[in-house]
């Protein structure tokens, strides 16, 4: 991030939405800490007409409809005057899949403006000159972008220095590795019949880190297995796997000789 603070931008039909999400966690620990400008401006303010619309019926027909251009572009070139170095994102669901990859990418900026569709989409004329980036959550529709730009202001919030209490606490983050968060336990030591890892109680820190690492391994092949085919494994990693493997091949060997057939002299 090249200025003193990240500034983010809404633009949206319905900016009340945003005053309880600044207003609470982490979110208001960043801007009380002045670590982040927050604000949401209302597209109907550049709307004209009495009665303020910002939606018009589709050219050629069609269901529902279409976000008008005039009041985003006034919008969009208003919030552009005042953060001139911020990037402007399109919240739609045919954009580019967020992750934290792109979320750390994101905290790297001076800025963003988020530009929040609503009903069947935007006028495509606004995307042309207007809009660096365009950014979906997820592979599924919402009502509007309200909800996706919390989300990322969230992600991004999080990895700016000195928001969060702990010195490496978002780059131990679930994906911050490549690989999801290690299972994390705390007080009573037994709950419902079960204990905390005594590994954890030891006070060895070389040993809890060498767990820590091998509960993350599990959870990332039990749960987004693809991460691990996506990533380059460290030298520790390699080793947790091939005792995986040996272990593995132990069970099956074991099974093998106390199978129906073993007596049968077929193995």
Request: charged share 30%; hydrophobic share 40%; net charge positive.
């Amino acid at each position: 991030m090249k200025g003193n603070r990240m500034n983010f931008i809404v633009l949206t039909i319905f900016p009340e939405m945003f005053n309880p999400f600044w207003e609470h966690g982490i979110i208001k620990r960043a801007i009380d800490r002045n670590k982040i400008l927050a604000s949401a401006v209302n597209i109907r303010d550049f709307a004209q007409g009495r009665h303020r619309t910002t939606d018009d019926r589709p050219y050629g027909g069609g269901c529902g409809m279409i976000m008008k251009p005039e009041p985003l572009a006034g919008a969009i070139r208003t919030a552009t005057k005042k953060a001139p170095l911020a990037k402007r994102i399109l919240l739609t669901p045919q954009g580019r899949r967020f992750d934290q990859g792109v979320a750390r990418e994101f905290a790297s900026l001076d800025g963003i403006i988020f530009v929040c569709g609503r009903y069947e989409g935007v006028d495509e004329r606004i995307c042309h000159n207007l809009i660096d980036d365009e950014i979906s959550i997820g592979d599924y529709v919402l009502t509007g972008g309200e909800l996706a730009a919390m989300v990322i202001i969230d992600a991004v919030t999080r990895l700016i220095p000195g928001v969060l209490g702990g010195k490496d606490s978002a780059e131990k983050d679930s994906f911050s590795g490549s690989v999801l968060k290690y299972a994390q336990y705390t007080r009573p030591r037994t709950f419902e019949g079960v204990d905390v890892p005594e590994v954890l109680l030891s006070g060895n820190h070389k040993k809890i880190e060498e767990a820590r690492l091998e509960s993350s391994l599990i959870r990332t092949f039990l749960k987004k297995q693809d991460l691990l085919e996506n990533r380059s494994l460290s030298a520790e990693e390699i080793k947790i796997l091939k005792k995986w493997c040996r272990d593995i091949e132990k069970i099956i060997h074991d099974q093998s000789i106390r199978g129906p057939d073993a007596l049968s002299g077929d193995q």
